[in-house]
């Protein structure tokens, strides 16, 4: 209450504080005092013109406001502070502008602005606050009855800007009735993105996407987003605080995240920002994040706003001729069904998002933003999504733009509304939304459909409450990487780096034993890579290989010296004049860890890769370095997509992937090595041959194997992988046993037509049999026997089916000798959105399930067993102790696949 009172009047003192302005004794009269307005917010209106640029030069926003009041027919002013950061050539000319106008128009959110009122009544930017004066600001009427006072209080041109932006992301104000700018865009993947540079707040930063998702752990990643969802209304209630403005995404409510599209090439610019290259894992990701990031406090208040992107088929961003704005996926119904969609089904109807952002390519013809097939009849009246259709930037400008599909500005704008796209980040429906009203192309009833939804999610937030109905709105700023949040980040760290090798027992390391350590690479002092790609990813400090190692207790304890040389200036880099101080490093050394890789220099948003193995020199200084090390040569891979090392795989015996880390990167790779931490991570991607791009364009969106493609993703990639998806050893040893269930004969499961749920599942025990405590990531994974001709017929005639497909993961810590039961559903046709283990789809897009027999792998990564059939099995069932494999025979009552409604 304290607080509220405190920020209520400072707000006071803000819009009615007058500045005074003294003049010479003797001389004219002072003109009428000039209100300072808000820092951050520019006044669009009628600007007068007394020189052609259009402005003034002026020292301060004092200054600006002597002119206004100088000038008669001066009623507001903007004052810039920045001109260069505007992006607009004619403010460049001076470093002060001074923008003098005669009648107030928007108010439009711009950081470096501060605008006034000289002698004219004083917009208030929100209604709301401190005094209620609307209908909207009424909490004792429900949400629906609050946003429809809003919307039928605006005007048929209010409305379209408020579903539109003029920055990105931003909507301006409406003066005329008090409505106040909001920006919908902050971003937070692996903890919040912009914090910093907006408000100078370190948040928690996590390992990036796909090592989050290597960690095996869907509980961990519900707590990477409790600590986000916290971290963001910290920042929120903060930048209220201060009245920053909206412009500062860093601490916006609407987040564009998680990122869920299938890593289906290892050549994708934003692979790292995604899951993984599975559907099931990718679903499954996205409904722990969503329900710890949009959680709800004791009033019902989501934390957040948060989007599933970016529907659908999106996996590419400049190859070739080709960029993310022009390219047109040219997909199957069955890879649609079977691999693309599958993730967002699971997202909408489990994890229940208040935005779902269209992206920027075409899919058979017709850009994503403007699929009415999709954005409307899939996701709406077949999936039951209530939340709001948002475009990626640019995207509805890409309809006619990049895509030639509309043929002006405003035919776009009716392609994207009447489509079902909300909400354009972007400035196409400002632009050209009047105009296609104008032209009968959209109407204002689907313009207040979209803007309902909109403000929908804004009121469920709690953006027209008053604080003190916000339990929220009392997080603190020091929640921000907290001890408690940080601990979570280590934890995090820890448990994405996977162990691909370690034949030869090198790991862990004994402290007591070891006296020098060489540390080389590119990647062994670099935060860039830390931090996923991206610098406004901003955490109180990001701890390095280098930094980790050498900081150490162990290290330091024992008195361990460690010798940097980096040998490459980057991972690009061609200049070896650093060789010879690795190599002179590592033949001093009884242990040399070699950190290379790949950073956001190579794989970003925008950019893909054009080759997919090591870049620069890093190959030749590994073969050096393996060549000249007096002792054992550890290798550590750094990167967020995978990286195919022939060398690498086949030459050294000691692998770690340690990704993209985060804040805690360093800590936790030395934690690894000297066996503080048992690894436990997994991959979450199939590591190719390094020829595949060779065999495969980026631009064919078909998973499996035609032509010179071998397949896409561990479901249907054809050649040996490097490593295969899952791939991830330990410090100490597990067991797996079946647990009740029957081993001489295979499950039988009798399916009706009526797609009725079957229940059904399998148990398994899990033991720790070494001398090591650890965790143990158990998959599931699913293979039917049939062929695809004799499951379908003539439907799915020449199509392979999937090799197998994950439809379960668990992750349990056990003690030396400690067990425990874990339980997969395999149950027929589960509740819709759920994964339907024995489902299949057909090449025409049906999901069916089908009569035949079908295996159930528990374990690992699925390879032991991969290829085996039902008849090499012993009654259906085998354990190995490594890999359980069980049968699973199904029986529909006319003996034909029964089909599942999409």
Same mark, same amino acid.
């Given at each position: 209450?304290?607080?509220?009172?405190?920020?209520?009047?400072?707000?006071?003192?803000?819009?009615?504080?007058?500045?005074?302005?003294?003049?010479?004794?003797?001389?004219?009269?002072?003109?009428?005092?000039?209100?300072?307005?808000?820092?951050?917010?520019?006044?669009?209106?009628?600007?007068?013109?007394?020189?052609?640029?259009?402005?003034?030069?002026?020292?301060?926003?004092?200054? #600006? #406001?002597?002119?206004?009041?100088?000038?008669?027919?001066?009623?507001?002013?903007?004052?810039?502070?920045?001109?260069?950061?505007?992006?607009?050539?004619?403010?460049?000319?001076?470093?002060?502008?001074?923008?003098?106008?005669?009648?107030?128009?928007?108010?439009?959110?711009?950081?470096?602005?501060?605008?006034?009122?000289?002698?004219?009544?004083?917009?208030?930017?929100?209604?709301?606050?401190?005094?209620?004066?609307?209908?909207?600001?009424?909490?004792?009427?429900?949400?629906?009855?609050?946003?429809?006072?809003?919307?039928?209080?605006?005007?048929?041109?209010?409305?379209?800007?408020?579903?539109?932006?003029?920055?990105?992301?931003?909507?301006?104000?409406?003066?005329?009735?008090?409505?106040?700018?909001?920006?919908?865009?902050?971003?937070?993947?692996?903890?919040?993105?912009?914090?910093?540079?907006?408000?100078?707040?370190?948040?928690?930063?996590?390992?990036?996407?796909?090592?989050?998702?290597?960690?095996?752990?869907?509980?961990?990643?519900?707590?990477?987003?409790?600590?986000?969802?916290?971290?963001?209304?910290?920042?929120?209630?903060?930048?209220?605080?201060?009245?920053?403005?909206?412009?500062?995404?860093?601490?916006?409510?609407?987040?564009?995240?998680?990122?869920?599209?299938? #890593?289906?090439?290892?050549?994708?610019?934003?692979?790292?920002?995604?899951?993984?290259?599975? @559907?099931?894992?990718?679903?499954?990701?996205?409904?722990?994040?969503?329900?710890?990031?949009?959680?709800?406090?004791?009033?019902?208040?989501?934390?957040?706003?948060?989007?599933?992107?970016?529907?659908?088929?999106?996996?590419?961003?400049?190859?070739? %001729?080709?960029?993310?704005?022009?390219?047109?996926?040219?997909?199957?119904?069955?890879?649609?069904?079977?691999?693309?969609?599958?993730?967002?089904?699971?997202?909408?109807?489990?994890?229940?998002?208040?935005?779902?952002? #269209?992206?920027?390519?075409?899919?058979?013809?017709?850009?994503?933003?403007?699929?009415?097939?999709?954005?409307?009849?899939?996701?709406?009246?077949?999936?039951?999504?209530?939340?709001?259709?948002?475009?990626?930037?640019?995207?509805?400008?890409?309809?006619?733009?990049?895509?030639?599909?509309?043929?002006?500005?405003?035919?776009?704008?009716?392609?994207?509304?009447?489509?079902?796209?909300?909400?354009?980040?972007?400035?196409?429906?400002?632009?050209?939304?009047?105009?296609?009203?104008?032209?009968?192309?959209?109407?204002?009833?689907?313009?207040?459909?979209?803007?309902?939804?909109?403000?929908?999610?804004?009121?469920?937030?709690?953006?027209?409450?008053?604080?003190?109905?916000?339990?929220?709105?009392?997080?603190?700023?020091?929640?921000?990487?907290?001890?408690?949040?940080?601990?979570?980040?280590?934890?995090?760290?820890?448990?994405?780096?996977?162990?691909?090798?370690?034949?030869?027992?090198?790991?862990?390391?004994?402290?007591?034993?070891?006296?020098?350590?060489?540390?080389?690479?590119?990647?062994?002092?670099?935060?860039?890579?830390?931090?996923?790609?991206?610098?406004?990813?901003?955490?109180?400090?990001?701890?390095?290989?280098?930094?980790?190692?050498?900081?150490?207790?162990?290290?330091?304890?024992?008195?361990?010296?460690?010798?940097?040389?980096?040998?490459?200036?980057?991972?690009?880099?061609?200049?070896?004049?650093?060789?010879?101080?690795?190599?002179?490093?590592?033949?001093?050394?009884?242990?040399?860890?070699?950190?290379?890789?790949?950073?956001?220099?190579?794989?970003?948003?925008?950019?893909?890769?054009?080759?997919?193995?090591?870049?620069?020199?890093?190959?030749?200084?590994?073969?050096?370095?393996?060549?000249?090390?007096?002792?054992?040569?550890?290798?550590?891979?750094?990167?967020?997509?995978?990286?195919?090392?022939?060398?690498?795989?086949? %030459?050294?015996?000691?692998?770690?992937?340690?990704?993209?880390?985060?804040?805690?990167?360093?800590?936790?790779?030395?934690?690894?090595?000297?066996?503080?931490?048992?690894?436990?991570?997994?991959?979450?991607?199939?590591?190719?041959?390094?020829?595949?791009?060779?065999?495969? @364009?980026?631009?064919?969106?078909?998973?499996?194997?035609?032509?010179?493609?071998?397949?896409?993703?561990?479901?249907?990639?054809?050649?040996?992988?490097?490593?295969?998806?899952?791939?991830?050893?330990?410090?100490?040893?597990?067991?797996?046993?079946?647990?009740?269930?029957?081993?001489?004969?295979?499950?039988?499961?009798?399916?009706?037509?009526?797609?009725?749920?079957?229940?059904?599942?399998?148990?398994?025990?899990?033991?720790?049999?070494?001398?090591?405590?650890?965790?143990?990531?158990?998959?599931?994974?699913?293979?039917?026997?049939?062929?695809?001709?004799?499951?379908?017929?003539?439907?799915?005639?020449?199509?392979?089916?999937?090799?197998?497909?994950?439809?379960?993961?668990?992750?349990?810590?056990?003690?030396?000798?400690?067990?425990?039961?874990?339980?997969?559903?395999?149950?027929?046709?589960?509740?819709?959105?759920?994964?339907?283990?024995?489902?299949?789809?057909?090449?025409?897009?049906?999901?069916?399930?089908?009569?035949?027999?079908?295996?159930?792998?528990?374990?690992?990564?699925?390879?032991?067993?991969?290829?085996?059939?039902?008849?090499?099995?012993?009654?259906?069932?085998?354990?190995?102790?490594?890999?359980?494999?069980?049968?699973?025979?199904?029986?529909?009552?006319?003996?034909?696949?029964?089909?599942?409604?999409?």
């Amino acid at each position: 209450k304290i607080m509220a009172a405190v920020r209520g009047a400072f707000r006071a003192f803000v819009l009615l504080s007058a500045v005074s302005l003294s003049v010479a004794a003797g001389g004219p009269p002072s003109p009428p005092p000039c209100t300072t307005f808000l820092h951050g917010y520019d006044l669009n209106g009628g600007d007068i013109q007394p020189e052609p640029a259009g402005f003034r030069n002026a020292t301060s926003p004092t200054d #600006c #406001c002597r002119q206004c009041m100088a000038t008669p027919t001066c009623k507001y002013f903007s004052f810039n502070d920045k001109a260069a950061d505007q992006g607009n050539g004619r403010r460049t000319a001076y470093r002060h502008n001074c923008w003098l106008k005669s009648s107030l128009g928007v108010v439009t959110p711009r950081s470096t602005d501060t605008s006034g009122a000289c002698g004219a009544p004083l917009p208030q930017p929100d209604a709301c606050f401190p005094n209620p004066t609307q209908p909207w600001c009424n909490t004792s009427l429900s949400i629906p009855q609050r946003v429809k006072a809003a919307v039928d209080a605006m005007t048929v041109d209010e409305k379209i800007d408020q579903i539109g932006t003029f920055t990105p992301a931003t909507v301006p104000g409406i003066p005329r009735i008090g409505w106040p700018p909001y920006s919908y865009h902050s971003e937070g993947l692996h903890g919040l993105r912009t914090t910093y540079s907006t408000l100078g707040l370190n948040a928690t930063i996590f390992p990036q996407v796909t090592g989050m998702a290597a960690t095996g752990n869907l509980s961990l990643i519900a707590d990477m987003a409790s600590v986000m969802a916290f971290e963001a209304r910290a920042a929120n209630n903060e930048m209220i605080r201060r009245k920053v403005g909206p412009f500062a995404k860093g601490g916006s409510l609407f987040f564009w995240s998680p990122t869920m599209n299938l #890593c289906r090439d290892p050549r994708w610019g934003r692979f790292q920002e995604s899951v993984s290259e599975d @559907p099931w894992l990718n679903g499954a990701y996205s409904v722990s994040f969503l329900d710890a990031f949009q959680q709800v406090d004791a009033k019902g208040f989501p934390a957040t706003a948060s989007t599933c992107k970016h529907f659908a088929a999106y996996s590419l961003e400049g190859w070739e %001729n080709f960029t993310r704005h022009n390219f047109n996926a040219e997909v199957s119904q069955q890879d649609l069904q079977e691999s693309y969609l599958p993730a967002f089904e699971t997202c909408v109807r489990q994890g229940k998002p208040a935005q779902i952002m #269209c992206s920027y390519n075409e899919i058979n013809g017709v850009p994503s933003c403007a699929d009415k097939t999709y954005m409307t009849d899939l996701i709406r009246s077949s999936w039951g999504f209530e939340g709001l259709v948002v475009s990626d930037q640019g995207a509805v400008h890409d309809i006619f733009s990049g895509h030639k599909y509309a043929s002006d500005g405003p035919h776009g704008v009716s392609n994207a509304l009447n489509a079902g796209c909300d909400q354009n980040d972007g400035t196409m429906y400002h632009q050209h939304g009047s105009q296609a009203f104008k032209q009968g192309l959209i109407n204002e009833t689907r313009i207040d459909e979209a803007l309902t939804r909109i403000l929908t999610q804004r009121f469920r937030v709690g953006s027209f409450d008053p604080p003190s109905n916000v339990p929220w709105s009392q997080v603190p700023t020091s929640v921000m990487s907290s001890p408690a949040h940080t601990a979570v980040a280590l934890r995090a760290a820890r448990e994405s780096i996977a162990l691909l090798n370690n034949s030869a027992g090198v790991l862990p390391l004994d402290a007591t034993k070891v006296k020098s350590i060489a540390l080389v690479g590119p990647l062994a002092n670099n935060t860039q890579a830390l931090g996923g790609g991206k610098p406004d990813y901003h955490a109180t400090h990001y701890i390095t290989h280098l930094e980790g190692l050498s900081s150490h207790p162990l290290v330091v304890g024992n008195k361990i010296h460690v010798n940097y040389a980096a040998g490459l200036p980057s991972v690009t880099s061609s200049d070896q004049s650093g060789f010879a101080a690795a190599v002179a490093a590592v033949q001093e050394a009884d242990v040399t860890i070699v950190c290379v890789g790949i950073d956001g220099t190579v794989e970003h948003e925008g950019q893909d890769r054009v080759t997919i193995d090591l870049t620069g020199k890093q190959q030749a200084l590994l073969q050096l370095l393996n060549e000249k090390a007096r002792g054992p040569v550890v290798v550590v891979l750094g990167n967020g997509g995978p990286v195919s090392t022939p060398f690498v795989r086949n %030459n050294m015996a000691t692998v770690i992937e340690a990704f993209e880390g985060g804040q805690f990167a360093g800590q936790a790779l030395a934690d690894v090595v000297f066996g503080v931490v048992n690894p436990s991570g997994v991959l979450p991607f199939t590591v190719y041959q390094p020829d595949f791009p060779s065999k495969t @364009p980026l631009s064919d969106m078909a998973m499996r194997p035609h032509g010179t493609s071998p397949g896409r993703t561990y479901r249907f990639y054809q050649d040996e992988p490097l490593w295969p998806f899952g791939a991830g050893d330990s410090f100490t040893t597990f067991s797996l046993s079946w647990h009740n269930t029957t081993s001489d004969q295979p499950t039988l499961l009798s399916v009706d037509d009526d797609a009725a749920p079957v229940k059904a599942s399998l148990s398994v025990t899990v033991k720790n049999t070494g001398t090591r405590s650890g965790a143990k990531v158990v998959m599931a994974f699913m293979q039917e026997q049939s062929s695809r001709e004799e499951l379908h017929g003539a439907e799915g005639k020449g199509d392979t089916a999937p090799s197998k497909s994950l439809f379960g993961m668990q992750k349990v810590m056990l003690a030396p000798g400690e067990s425990r039961v874990l339980t997969f559903d395999t149950s027929a046709w589960p509740q819709p959105g759920h994964w339907c283990p024995l489902c299949t789809v057909t090449a025409t897009g049906r999901r069916v399930i089908s009569q035949g027999d079908y295996l159930v792998y528990v374990g690992g990564d699925g390879s032991v067993t991969e290829h085996a059939r039902f008849s090499d099995m012993v009654f259906g069932h085998r354990d190995d102790g490594l890999e359980l494999v069980h049968s699973i025979r199904v029986v529909t009552s006319t003996g034909q696949p029964v089909a599942r409604p999409l």
